[in-house]
T-cell receptor, first 109, second 115 residues
Framework: GQNIDQPTEMTATEGAIVQINCTYQ??????LFWYQQHAGEAPTFLSY??LDGLEEKGRFSSFLSRSKGYSYLLLKELQMKDSASYLC??????????WGAGTKLIIKP | ETGVTQTPRHLVMGMTNKKSLKCEQH?????MYWYKQSAKKPLELMFVYSLEERVENNSVPSRFSPECPNSSHLFLHLHTLQPEDSALYLC??????????????FGEGSRLTVL
């Protein structure tokens, strides 16, 4: 079966760095997405990786290793507004999105 | 504001009621989706419409009935629901259903409670 694993919850301190991991087993691979979802709000797109390596976008970076079935989202200089759920999703060979259950990130002062 | 608007934001209904969820996208996209989001579970894809034709129906019970009258509007008609159907229902749109190089744009969801 197809599976996406990510930690249920993480806690970090304002100003610090946090890495949210995502591992996947899917039928084929056509890219990996990260979305951010604040409580009571719409999920919003953060990043898309289809090739191995690190993609940097401001304070957020996303890394992909296709051979390891692994990605992480790196958040630097954490701010209180970064408290949210982070959703990992992989597009399989049929262009179907397989979603993880999300990681709830709690930022403490 | 993501360009996808859902109404109502909150809905409480009994098991014998009939209600509808509405979604409108202002992005000129060709594909629209209904997802179910339950606490601590992955998003579940329910229906996909591409250019107003249903292209995906993931074994969803018949008590959920989608309708797509045009490429900008999507409805989810609800009838004789069960308490386990209580969840956040998210609408999304994309330029095309294959999502090649693209992304999903989500609405803020309709929080449904079935009593």
């Amino acid at each position: 079966g197809q599976n996406i694993d990510q930690p249920t919850e993480m806690t970090a301190t304002e100003g610090a760095i946090v890495q949210i991991n995502c591992t996947y087993q899917t039928s084929g691979f056509n890219g990996l997405f990260w979305y951010q979802q604040h409580a009571g709000e719409a999920p919003t797109f953060l990043s898309y990786n289809v090739l191995d390596g690190l993609e940097e976008k401001g304070r957020f970076s996303s890394f992909l290793s296709r051979s390891k079935g692994y990605s992480y989202l790196l958040l630097k200089e954490l701010q209180m507004k970064d408290s949210a759920s982070y959703l990992c999703a992989v597009m399989d060979s049929n262009y179907q999105l397989i979603w993880g259950a999300g990681t709830k990130l709690i930022i403490k002062p | 504001e993501t360009g996808v608007t859902q109404t109502p934001r909150h809905l409480v209904m009994g098991m014998t009621n009939k209600k509808s969820l509405k979604c409108e996208q202002h992005l000129g996209h060709n594909a629209m989706y209904w997802y179910k989001q339950s606490a601590k579970k992955p998003l579940e894809l329910m229906f996909v419409y591409s250019l107003e034709e249903r292209v995906e129906n993931n074994s969803v019970p018949s008590r959920f009935s989608p309708e797509c009258p045009n490429s900008s509007h999507l409805f989810l008609h609800l009838h004789t629901l069960q308490p386990e159907d209580s969840a956040l229902y998210l609408c999304a749109s994309s330029q095309d259903p294959s999502l090649e190089g693209g992304e999903l744009f989500f609405g803020e969801g309709s929080r449904l409670t079935v009593l």
